[in-house]
């Protein structure tokens, strides 16, 4: 099946952006990945189309960055500013391990073979034909970036049922887990529109049962998304992906937390390129939209990060901490 008669998987457009952007060591500008990319290129040609695919990409690079992928944006010398003529690129040398993972002989030896398998799989027909279409463009490809396998995730289960409801006008119930809870309530809700903020999947929907508008985290739904049988209550407004992105950009403004970080450790790395960090005297600023999840991210971390302000950012790092310990030893 070809490329522009098949849907590309998110996690297949990623792969073939990083693909696409380690490959070139001057970068590439929004136009050259538009049109060369997998899973841009097939839907270039259409200009009705072209705004669309510029806020898809717009949204890959964010995620890409929530990822931890250190993806830079350079100005043309005379041109700063310019977006027509910025160029995106992912410099090898910080794609990179961290500095304190080493493997032994055997672990070694294990993922020696393990690339000698990806290197004649990791690159599909279409990236292939992109990196082919991409010298053409005169874009040096180097060699070594065959293999590169970085960690892609999948989207929410939650996700392409709710699509359906709302493509559909379908009310929906799924069980869904608050912060602090260990039972999950059942909700009933007209969905309205699915949007991708911080590197999350969120669903703005009324909820029929208390009757006011909510936002709901997609991995705090568990269970299955089961249709009451019943049409929507509440039919979406024009601008609602718009102004659900509006209010939770304006959360992620507002919900700032302050860290400390062992330089050279994995904790470093993604924290400094998280989007909207920035160095203060006390060491990271980083925001979030939610800092329960922003706790379980942190916690993973271990002793390569301490956590500042705020007091409930602390404590709920610490909780996670705990129960590890409580259930560990």
Known sequence: MSTSSRRIPVEERLFSLVLALLASEQGLTKAEILSTVTGYSSRYGNASDRANLERQFERDKEELRDLGVPLETVDAVGAEGDTKLQRYRIPPSR?????????????????????????????????????TKLQSLGVHIDDSVIGFAPSIRTRDAAHEPLTTAIDR???????????????????????????????????QAHDDVVDARRTFLLRRIVGPVSPSGSPVTT????????????????????TVATVRVRPGSEADIVMRNRPGSAEVAEGLQVHATDL??????????GADIHVLAPDSLREGVIARWQRVVSAHG
């Open 235 to 254: 039919r979406p407004d024009a601008d609602e992906s718009a102004r659900a992105l509006a209010e939770l950009d304006a959360l992620w403004r507002s």
């Open 169 to 203: 006008g379908q009310q929906v119930r799924f069980a869904y887990l608050k912060p602090g809870q260990t039972v999950a309530e059942q909700r009933t809700v007209s969905p309205l529109s699915l949007v991708f903020h911080e590197g999350r999947w969120h669903l």
């Open 292 to 301: 329960d999840i922003l706790a379980d991210e942190l916690a993973a971390f």
């Open 95 to 131: 794609y990179q391990l961290p500095d304190d993972i080493e493997f032994s002989t055997e672990e070694f030896a294990m993922l020696t073979l393990a690339a000698q398998v990806w290197r004649e799989g990791s690159l599909s027909t279409d990236s292939r034909r992109a990196l």
